[in-house]
């Protein structure tokens, strides 16, 4: 991975895990899912008025000269046909949706953003008017900001020069807004080219307000190639210019602290974002275990071992979802608190979500359990799994725990790797010999096999257990999918 990009990606992620992260969206963001960009958008515009789409550069004054001569009814209705296309949401858009951030800006009119937010289940606040920025949705999980105005009501889209010129008369509250956010959050620019007028005012008031003392901001963009220009000598001159260009642009965007991420091929936009989304998603470790028969542990080892398993993921600064097992719930979940609590800043909101599994109350307990069980683990994108029995209720037999069972299907389904510590015995030691014999299935760094082999040794120490398991989620931490 090139230094700039993890750099990067150090960065975001922590902006992330402090809820100081935003992204701002351009039009290359919703290209992939078929919407047009600003110069396929007006090629007809230009047509009606006898010019040429690949000539033209300054592509809002030709939208007000359409207006001029035509009127703003056409230009009305091309946005109403264009971004009102049946579209499905871009695995991007999945991505970015999934990600722990709670604001968003767009210059895009369509409704990408706010589908692929709702989608991944969140409760989403959207801004297109002034009025809406005076009100604010109850429990909001997002707010999307439109700074150009929203499909919904094409008549006031930002898009011609009136627009633009009139947009800090008619819309300066949202300049405002944007200007709080880039002073106090971390943004990642993605699809965008920075051409827009009202941005470059915006970042120009907050380089003049705080100079050096800037917060760092990140761009995707796309490293000019030979290959974007048809092949022939004449069009060298054509490569070399837009090389020069870009590098300057990038030196440009340098004065408002905004950092070029370059990448060779857009797909290596959506691998970053990928990359993203596991590294917080093994944040979070789900602890899936049950004791009823103590056997050869015996009460106090488990009990000690468990406490000590959840207090060593927390101070490796992870995050632990459980479902108060059986028999050792408490002990995890105790665990975990008090290593919460000794540091002063901390907060257990964050750190541990504890959700016991209801009993009573329903007939289809088996299928709420089962939405629980996918729900907790679908957080996380690593599952620890420990001990797992239960005594049968008519034979008192001791048996292996069908829930646990439940849980790994369910960890394999949502790509939440699997650690399951077989030393432990019970279910745990059955998932363990599932995993170990299949291993490049269910673990996607075959280098880990030697720890997971450890995990599984009876003879190992407790101590020593809980040292190769914190070692595979470091590890797992680090791995680049």
């Given at each position: 991975m090139k230094a700039e990009i993890r750099d990067f990606v150090r960065t975001y992620v922590k902006a992330i895990k402090e809820s100081n992260a935003a992204l701002f969206a351009g039009a290359g963001l919703s290209k992939p899912a078929g919407f047009v960009n600003w110069k396929e958008l007006l090629s007809e515009v230009a047509e009606d008025l006898n010019l040429d789409i690949d000539k033209e550069t300054d592509l809002i004054s030709l939208a007000q000269f359409h207006v001029n001569e035509r009127g703003r009814g056409k230009i009305n209705q091309i946005l109403l046909e264009e971004f009102t296309k049946d579209s499905e949401i871009t695995e991007n858009h999945r991505i970015i949706s999934n990600l722990p951030i709670q604001t968003?800006?767009?210059?895009?009119?369509?409704?990408?953003?706010?589908?692929?937010?709702?989608?991944?289940?969140?409760?989403?606040?959207?801004?297109?008017?002034?009025?809406?920025?005076?009100?604010?949705?109850?429990?909001?999980?997002?707010?999307?900001?439109?700074?150009?105005?929203?499909?919904s009501l094409p008549d006031e889209a930002v898009i011609t020069k009136d627009d633009y010129e009139n947009y800090q008369h008619k819309r300066k509250p949202f300049t405002l807004a944007l200007q709080g956010d880039l002073i106090e959050k971390t943004f990642l620019f993605i699809g965008f080219s920075f051409d827009d007028p009202n941005l470059q005012y915006v970042l120009s008031r907050i380089r003049i307000?705080?100079?050096?003392?800037?917060?760092?901001?990140?761009?995707?963009?796309?490293?000019?190639?030979?290959?974007?220009?048809?092949?022939?000598?004449?069009?060298?001159d054509d490569?070399?210019?837009?090389?020069i260009r870009q590098e300057l642009q990038i030196k440009d965007l340098?004065?408002?602290?905004?950092?070029?991420?370059?990448?060779?091929?857009?797909?290596?936009?959506?691998?970053?974002?990928?990359?993203?989304?596991?590294?917080i998603r093994r944040l979070n470790v789900f602890i899936s275990g049950s004791v009823s028969d103590y056997g050869e542990w015996g009460e106090s080892r488990i009990f000690n071992f468990s406490t000590q398993l959840a207090k060593r993921l927390i101070s490796n600064d992870q995050n632990i979802i459980t479902g108060f097992g059986l028999g050792i719930g408490s002990c995890v979940i105790s665990g975990a608190l008090e290593e919460i609590y000794s540091n002063p800043r901390a907060t257990a909101e964050k750190r541990l979500l504890a959700r016991p599994f209801p009993q009573v109350g329903t007939s289809n307990l088996k299928e709420i359990w089962t939405r629980y069980r996918f729900d907790m683990i679908s957080r996380a994108g690593i599952s620890v799994f420990l001990f797992g029995n239960k005594i049968h209720p008519e034979t008192g037999i001791t048996i292996e725990a069908d829930g646990m069972i439940e849980e790994f299907n369910i960890s394999v389904q949502t790509g939440s790797i699997p650690v399951p510590i077989?030393?432990?015995?019970?279910?745990?030691?059955?998932?363990?010999?599932?995993?170990?014999?299949n291993f490049d299935d269910y673990v996607p760094d075959s280098s880990l096999k030697p720890l997971y082999e450890e995990i599984g040794n009876e003879n190992n120490t407790d101590e020593k257990i809980i040292d190769c398991v914190l070692e595979i989620v470091r590890r797992l931490d680090e791995y680049k999918y």
């Amino acid at each position: 991975m090139k230094a700039e990009i993890r750099d990067f990606v150090r960065t975001y992620v922590k902006a992330i895990k402090e809820s100081n992260a935003a992204l701002f969206a351009g039009a290359g963001l919703s290209k992939p899912a078929g919407f047009v960009n600003w110069k396929e958008l007006l090629s007809e515009v230009a047509e009606d008025l006898n010019l040429d789409i690949d000539k033209e550069t300054d592509l809002i004054s030709l939208a007000q000269f359409h207006v001029n001569e035509r009127g703003r009814g056409k230009i009305n209705q091309i946005l109403l046909e264009e971004f009102t296309k049946d579209s499905e949401i871009t695995e991007n858009h999945r991505i970015i949706s999934n990600l722990p951030i709670q604001t968003f800006w767009t210059t895009n009119y369509d409704t990408l953003i706010e589908d692929s937010l709702r989608a991944a289940g969140k409760r989403v606040d959207v801004k297109i008017r002034n009025s809406n920025l005076a009100v604010t949705l109850p429990n909001r999980q997002a707010t999307v900001y439109k700074m150009h105005g929203d499909i919904s009501l094409p008549d006031e889209a930002v898009i011609t020069k009136d627009d633009y010129e009139n947009y800090q008369h008619k819309r300066k509250p949202f300049t405002l807004a944007l200007q709080g956010d880039l002073i106090e959050k971390t943004f990642l620019f993605i699809g965008f080219s920075f051409d827009d007028p009202n941005l470059q005012y915006v970042l120009s008031r907050i380089r003049i307000l705080l100079g050096e003392s800037q917060r760092d901001h990140y761009c995707f963009m796309k490293k000019v190639s030979r290959s974007d220009f048809p092949k022939g000598n004449e069009h060298d001159d054509d490569y070399r210019y837009a090389v020069i260009r870009q590098e300057l642009q990038i030196k440009d965007l340098k004065r408002f602290r905004i950092q070029v991420i370059l990448v060779d091929d857009y797909s290596e936009i959506t691998e970053i974002l990928r990359y993203i989304e596991n590294k917080i998603r093994r944040l979070n470790v789900f602890i899936s275990g049950s004791v009823s028969d103590y056997g050869e542990w015996g009460e106090s080892r488990i009990f000690n071992f468990s406490t000590q398993l959840a207090k060593r993921l927390i101070s490796n600064d992870q995050n632990i979802i459980t479902g108060f097992g059986l028999g050792i719930g408490s002990c995890v979940i105790s665990g975990a608190l008090e290593e919460i609590y000794s540091n002063p800043r901390a907060t257990a909101e964050k750190r541990l979500l504890a959700r016991p599994f209801p009993q009573v109350g329903t007939s289809n307990l088996k299928e709420i359990w089962t939405r629980y069980r996918f729900d907790m683990i679908s957080r996380a994108g690593i599952s620890v799994f420990l001990f797992g029995n239960k005594i049968h209720p008519e034979t008192g037999i001791t048996i292996e725990a069908d829930g646990m069972i439940e849980e790994f299907n369910i960890s394999v389904q949502t790509g939440s790797i699997p650690v399951p510590i077989g030393a432990t015995g019970y279910t745990a030691r059955t998932i363990w010999n599932k995993v170990i014999e299949n291993f490049d299935d269910y673990v996607p760094d075959s280098s880990l096999k030697p720890l997971y082999e450890e995990i599984g040794n009876e003879n190992n120490t407790d101590e020593k257990i809980i040292d190769c398991v914190l070692e595979i989620v470091r590890r797992l931490d680090e791995y680049k999918y």
